[in-house]
């Protein structure tokens, strides 16, 4: 099911034939072989024409802005394939999994690669059902392509970073439950790390990011991940935005489920 993995280095000369001397000092220092090949190879079918900054550098993943076919802005999710902390934080949403049964948890680098699938398929169940995400555009190995959320080159703020009223916040805070509720019961997914961090606010929009860890709700703790992504929604509206007149988590827990068995 899983083409071998070919370590393939290229040599300087061959790789300099190949890029862009502009891409190539955007990516380079960061990325193995295998993923500039990659990236290239997107580059060549015509769905990145440019990649730019980077927007976002984390331990696991990196985030470009970039342009596509028609000038349209991308974002570019690009995993990197050497941290064995990665490993650590994702083995509790693999384990359990259908989509990873078969995979020998030591192979990292096939590891990542289904990860990036599995985001990109996460991406697109939620897409389709109506939740708010970035529209998902391709994925080759460990990179990702994505709508960008923003305006030229400047991402959105997340829900962090933006100073709400009491009215915004109320209305922000119900569209967040019910996309929880739309994507439990129509995409049949839990987001499993859905914080301030995790959600953008773009245009009057609420922009939920980050799936690559949402599980299916067959998932032997898709619960317990509900549970814990509700109260952190509430506590940082209750908390940080001092909002007074906020659901309980039991009730937005049964509002989710009761939904579901109606339908
Ligand atoms: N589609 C997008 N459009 C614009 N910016 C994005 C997009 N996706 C992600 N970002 C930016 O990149 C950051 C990291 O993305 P994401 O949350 O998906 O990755 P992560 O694995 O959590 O990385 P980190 O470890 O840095 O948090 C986001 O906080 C956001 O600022
Ligand atoms: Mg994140």
């Known amino acids: 099911m899983f083409e071998e993995f070919v370590e393939f280095k290229p040599s300087k000369r061959s790789l300099r034939k190949l890029k862009d001397k502009d891409l190539y000092e955007t990516v380079e220092e960061v990325f193995d072989s295998t993923t500039l090949l990659t990236l290239y190879d997107i580059m060549k079918k015509g769905i990145i024409k440019k990649v730019y900054g980077v927007i976002s550098a984390g331990k696991e993943a990196r985030v470009y802005w970039g342009k596509g076919r028609n000038n349209e802005d991308l974002a570019i999710k690009i995993y990197l394939t050497s941290t064995a902390e990665f490993r650590r934080s994702i083995i509790k949403y693999i384990v359990g999994d259908p989509r990873f049964e078969n995979i020998p948890l030591g192979n990292i680098r096939k590891i990542i690669y289904l990860w990036t699938r ?142 579901r068995n109606k339908k």
């Open 118 to 259: 599995k985001e990109y398929r996460n991406l697109k169940r939620l897409y389709e059902a109506g939740v708010r995400v970035p529209k998902p555009i391709y994925f080759a190995k460990n990179i990702l392509v994505m709508e960008f959320i923003g305006k030229e080159g400047i991402r959105a703020p997340l829900l962090r970073e933006v100073d709400l009223s009491e009215e915004e916040a109320y209305k922000i805070l119900n569209t967040i439950l019910e996309y929880i509720k739309v994507m439990y019961n129509k995409a049949r997914l839990v987001h499993a790390d859905l914080s301030e961090y995790n959600i953008m606010l773009h245009n009057d929009e609420v922009v939920i990011i980050d799936v690559g860890q949402a599980v299916d709700i067959s998932h032997p703790n898709a619960l317990e991940f509900l549970k814990h992504d509700v109260e952190t929604i509430l506590r940082y509206f209750r908390t940080k935005i001092g909002l007074e007149d906020i659901p309980s988590t039991e009730e937005v827990l049964e509002m989710i489920l009761k939904w």
